[in-house]
């Protein structure tokens, strides 16, 4: 019997620049022809409909403030459609290939040099950890002791189709990296990249499993983590002038 294997799915969530240039592209492809002006506008709108934009939602109209950014999205798009119709598919597979490689890179090099700390130190090719080099000052404040990189890098390993690796980075998550550690971190920045990174590996991971044979033993793992996570932050979002503390122990101690 042949196994079911996980693909991973197109891009998602709000449009961007990059999506006009790959629906123009994608127009282009199937038509011959680059697609119409009203097509990279309907796109903008998507962008940037709403109050916000200047753009009445009913009647479609422009007003004067919105319209600079509409002409500056149209001539990015028009730009990066030029050079996305005149790359050939040889070249197109070639910087593909390349973005692949220059993942593999930095990833396999983390992993061979610097896990579990939460940076890989280019120069000296080891790993950075917290106290025991020297102060960075502010920046440090982002590193607590639980494989950073590797919880930032769960879900670009799924969108890559590199299932395997991160069916292995996502065991290594769970097993190793401790939530509990006494040391002040970055509220936003742990935010953004942990508990962001968890929820997305976590949403990856029951991707994989719901639509191929593949992390059948997966339960959540990730989200619990996510959850616990989320509890020893929370402190930090209670004060007075609704802004939260910038910093806080993983112990529960507000700075």
Not at 55 to 61: C, D, H, I, N, P
Not at 72 to 78: G, I, M, Q, T
Request: net charge negative; charged share 20%.
């Amino acid at each position: 019997s042949v196994t079911k294997r996980w693909r991973p799915p197109g891009s998602g969530g709000g449009l961007g620049v990059g999506d006009i240039t790959v629906g123009a592209a994608v127009w282009e492809r199937a038509n011959g022809t680059l697609p119409p002006a009203v097509f990279l506008l309907s796109a903008c709108d998507w962008m940037s409909a709403g109050p916000m934009s200047g753009v009445e939602s009913g009647g479609g109209r422009f007003s004067s403030s919105a319209l600079p950014r509409w002409l500056l999205l149209f001539a990015v798009s028009c730009l990066g459609l030029r050079m996305v119709a005149a790359m050939g598919k040889e070249e197109k597979r070639q910087l593909r290939d390349q973005v692949l490689e220059m993942f593999d890179h930095a990833y396999q090099n983390y992993m061979k040099h610097a896990y579990p700390a939460d940076e890989l130190m280019p120069l000296t090719c080891r790993g950075r950890v917290r106290g025991l080099e020297p102060s960075r000052g502010d920046v440090d404040d982002a590193l607590g002791k639980f494989s950073l990189t590797l919880i930032d890098t769960l879900d670009t390993l799924a969108l890559l189709n590199q299932v395997e690796e991160f069916e292995i980075a996502v065991k290594k998550v769970i097993n190793d990296v401790h939530l509990d550690n006494d040391i002040v971190v970055s509220v936003f920045e742990t935010n953004i990249r942990v508990l962001g990174g968890l929820l997305g590996g976590h949403s990856m991971a029951t991707l994989v499993k719901e639509q191929s044979e593949q992390m059948q033993w997966y339960n959540d793992d990730l989200l619990f983590m996510a959850k616990e996570l989320g509890y020893r932050l929370l402190p930090a979002f209670n004060t007075t002038s609704g802004l939260p503390y910038p910093r806080v122990s993983k112990t529960l101690h507000l700075i």
